[in-house]
């Protein structure tokens, strides 16, 4: 599988189709490309060339655990994969994906807004539980890993672990550097990132505020979730603030857990990947 060298990391991608629109998907959590396959050979299928990668800190590609003051993990994400659209010659592309890869997406379409034409977004968190649950699950684990046992603590938690080993190498070379970064630096760039979640508390979705999401001006598809991270509500707050937002509910009955089984959301994907087409026919006509 592919890898380049961008923006200082290393990122592993694929590309389904041979011609066609540019889509780009992206999935939840920390999760390998891998995840989103499902639903990007349905698209492809369809007459779409569609990007998938291993974000930084992801998968099999760089390990890079802090970021310029001010931006937020989905924020670089965003820029990061900007580039690779760029490098495969896509002037524009649609851009999409489930809850963290919601983010990305929403991020994307506000930092380079000349190039993205439409969004497809599934999953989408918002409230005070999901920042705060987020905040933990995506920082403050680590934090205390850094905290209680260094950075050889953080490269053994079972998410560092896991992308290690994913390496070429076997994650030897990437282990020897994260060993030597700097914990103060490590700490700083993490509690930020952590603070940024609480702070998002308020808004109507996680990463954007209802001026940011009234500004986007494209044809957005939104699926919203079923639980306490991926409320209901925050699906349809998104695509009332959105433009040119159209809201899909598929899954209606809300699951009072933190997340829901991910088993009926597997089960559909064939089903939200056909909306997905049936979206773009219309939005890029």
């Known amino acids: 599988m592919p890898m380049i060298q961008l923006r200082g990391a290393q990122i592993r991608y694929e590309v389904l189709g041979q011609s066609g629109p540019w889509v780009a998907l992206t999935p939840g959590g920390r999760r390998g490309h891998d995840e989103v396959l499902a639903i990007a050979e349905v698209v492809a299928a369809a007459g779409h060339r569609v990007l998938v990668h291993d974000r930084r800190n992801c998968g099999a590609s760089s390990l890079l655990l802090e970021a310029p003051a001010g931006e937020a993990e989905h924020e670089v994400w965003a820029d990061d994969q900007q580039a690779l659209l760029e490098h495969l010659g896509a002037e524009s592309a649609v851009i999409g994906g489930s809850s963290s890869g919601c983010r990305l997406s929403i991020s994307h379409a506000l930092r380079h807004p000349g190039r993205v034409r439409a969004l497809l977004l599934w999953k989408v968190t918002g409230g005070a539980f999901a920042a705060g649950r ?55 760039s993490f509690e930020r990132w952590h603070q940024g979640f609480l702070d998002d508390a308020d808004l109507p979705v996680l990463g954007a505020s209802a001026a940011q999401l ?9 699926v919203p979730g079923d639980d306490n991270t991926h409320p209901q509500t925050a699906g349809e707050a998104l695509a009332r603030l959105l433009g040119q937002g159209r809201l899909e509910v598929m899954f209606p009955e809300h699951q009072d857990v933190d997340v829901a089984d991910e088993g009926p959301w597997i089960a559909r994907e064939r089903e939200i990947a056909a909306r997905f087409v049936e979206f773009l026919g219309q939005a890029l006509r």
């Open 134 to 188: 987020l905040a933990s699950k995506y920082y403050g684990e680590y934090l205390d890993a850094a905290r209680a046992g260094g950075m050889a603590a953080v490269c053994a938690t079972p998410h560092f672990s896991a992308c290690l080993a994913a390496q070429p190498d076997g994650g030897v070379a990437e282990r020897a550097r994260l060993m030597a970064f700097p914990l103060d630096r490590f700490t700083a």
């Open 214 to 222: 009234g500004s986007i001006g494209v044809p957005a598809l939104v």
